[in-house]
């Protein structure tokens, strides 16, 4: 089965500046892999997704991308601000109305310095 | 609003006890999920029901026990639960089976003592 791993567990920056998080997964047929981003008390809500056809997305502050030959993806958020605190947690997984489940990260601890 | 509720927010309960986890979907989705999430694992998987049949049962003790009457409600029922099943329970949905955005609640903060 599917096996994700995340780093790092935590990340401190200072507003403004820019912050990666990156995973790897085992299972090369995985073709959908989405963020979730967890604040404080709330549950996880998807920011940003991408599928395998493409090796790039960006959406305002946020960028993902994916080495499918290396099997990792990585999330970028640029002049980050104290409200990007939470936890963010990356998925892997082929859901095409089948029984391929999402596998989920342990997660990252972002804390942004005012 | 998430589109999902859960109730009760936090919960404490004996081992010997009897509770339920209550979840609502506003959005129309016909699948439902129950995660558990522990502190530095990962979100764990736990069931799965889509049009309301359980399609998945993640090796979950028997003492976890769901229940699905629609598409728009899931339960969660406990008894005789341990001290490490203290943890987050959180519910999703989704459109379809495993397609697109999982929507989660806020979740059931769970403690056994």
């Known amino acids: 089965g599917e096996n994700v791993e995340q780093h790092p567990s935590t990340l401190s920056v200072q507003e403004g500046d820019s912050a990666v998080i990156k995973c790897t997964y085992s299972?090369?047929?995985?073709?959908?892999f989405p963020w979730y981003k967890q604040e404080l008390g709330k549950g996880p809500q998807l920011i940003i997704d991408i599928r395998s056809n493409v090796g790039e997305k960006k959406d305002q502050r946020i960028a993902v991308t994916l080495n499918k030959t290396a099997k990792h993806f990585s999330l970028h958020i640029t002049e980050t601000q104290p409200e990007d605190s939470a936890v963010y947690f990356c998925?892997?997984?082929?859901?095409?109305?089948?029984?391929?489940?999402?596998?989920f990260g342990k997660g990252t601890k972002l804390t942004v310095n005012p | 609003e998430t589109g999902v509720t859960q109730t009760p927010r936090h919960l404490v309960m004996g081992m010997t006890n009897k509770k339920s986890l209550k979840c609502e979907q506003h959005l129309g989705h016909n699948a439902m999920y129950w995660y558990k999430q522990s502190a530095k694992k990962p979100l764990e998987l736990m069931f799965v029901y889509n049009f309301k049949e359980q399609t998945e049962n993640n090796s979950v003790p028997s003492r976890f026990s769901p229940e699905c009457p629609n598409s728009s409600h899931l339960f969660l029922h406990l008894h005789t639960l341990q001290p490490e099943d203290s943890a987050l329970y959180l519910c999703?949905?989704?459109?379809?089976?495993?397609?697109?955005?999982?929507?989660f609640g806020e979740g059931s903060r769970l403690t056994v003592l």
């Open positions: 299972d090369s047929a995985s073709n959908y």
């Open positions: 999703a949905s989704s459109q379809h089976f495993w397609t697109g955005e999982l929507f």
């Open positions: 998925a892997a997984g082929r859901p095409q109305g089948g029984s391929e489940k999402l596998v």
